[in-house]
């Protein structure tokens, strides 16, 4: 008969961190604009971001995925709409638009480390580095991309109707 056994070791630590440790990284793109419909296409992206020890570099480059995907989402597709009696048009995934994966090109990521000093592991954040960066960096790149055609401000979402009422206003 073959036995199984185990060895379960637990261990607990009381940290008091009494100074912050702070993340920081930089998000730059391309984007390419047809003026004739409005539509915005991502042709690059870079992403790089100190974050300190990753204790799990592929969760890491998970979480900076999933983050950015979660900003370009807010800054291209997500509006909330509600009617005069504060009930959301869009009630379902059905009506909401939400980015998928062929809005993306291949992002290229990258994480530096520069241990934290005020904590044992020497880790900084890294959940929302994706989602804080990637909003103004594409928002940026939108307006730099329509300064061409006089276009000086849009508010997100840049949807292609946003984008193109944009150019057309610009042109008159």
Same mark, same amino acid.
């Given at each position: 008969?073959?036995?199984?056994?185990?060895?379960?070791?637990?261990?607990?630590?009381?940290?008091?961190?009494? @100074?912050?440790?702070? /993340?920081?990284?930089?998000?730059? !793109?391309?984007?390419?604009?047809?003026?004739?419909?409005?539509? #915005?296409?991502? +042709?690059?992206?870079? %992403?790089? $971001?100190?974050?300190?020890? =990753? @204790?799990?570099?592929?969760?890491?480059?998970? +979480? #900076?995925?999933? &983050?950015?995907? +979660?900003?370009?989402?807010?800054?291209?597709?997500?509006?909330?709409?509600?009617?005069?009696?504060? +009930?959301?048009?869009?009630? *379902?995934?059905?009506?909401?638009?939400?980015?998928? =994966?062929?809005?993306?090109?291949?992002?290229?990521?990258?994480?530096?480390?520069? /241990?934290?000093?005020?904590?044992? !592991?020497? #880790?900084?954040?890294?959940?929302?580095?994706?989602?804080?960066? *990637?909003?103004? %960096?594409?928002?940026?790149?939108?307006?730099?991309?329509?300064?061409?055609? &006089?276009?000086? $401000?849009?508010?997100?979402?840049?949807?292609?109707?946003?984008?193109?009422?944009? @150019?057309? *206003?610009?042109?008159?």
């Amino acid at each position: 008969m073959r036995t199984i056994s185990s060895l379960v070791a637990a261990a607990t630590s009381d940290e008091i961190v009494r @100074i912050g440790s702070y /993340p920081y990284g930089a998000q730059v !793109l391309e984007v390419e604009i047809d003026p004739e419909t409005g539509a #915005t296409e991502i +042709q690059r992206y870079a %992403a790089i $971001d100190d974050v300190g020890r =990753a @204790i799990n570099p592929l969760i890491l480059h998970g +979480q #900076t995925h999933g &983050g950015i995907a +979660q900003g370009i989402g807010q800054d291209m597709l997500e509006h909330c709409v509600f009617d005069d009696n504060g +009930q959301a048009l869009a009630g *379902s995934f059905m009506d909401y638009a939400m980015p998928r =994966a062929d809005d993306f090109p291949t992002f290229n990521i990258g994480h530096v480390c520069t /241990p934290c000093t005020h904590n044992p !592991l020497g #880790t900084k954040g890294c959940g929302e580095a994706g989602a804080i960066g *990637s909003p103004p %960096a594409l928002m940026n790149a939108v307006l730099d991309a329509l300064s061409a055609v &006089g276009v000086k $401000d849009l508010d997100m979402p840049a949807s292609p109707n946003r984008v193109w009422q944009a @150019i057309q *206003s610009a042109r008159h």
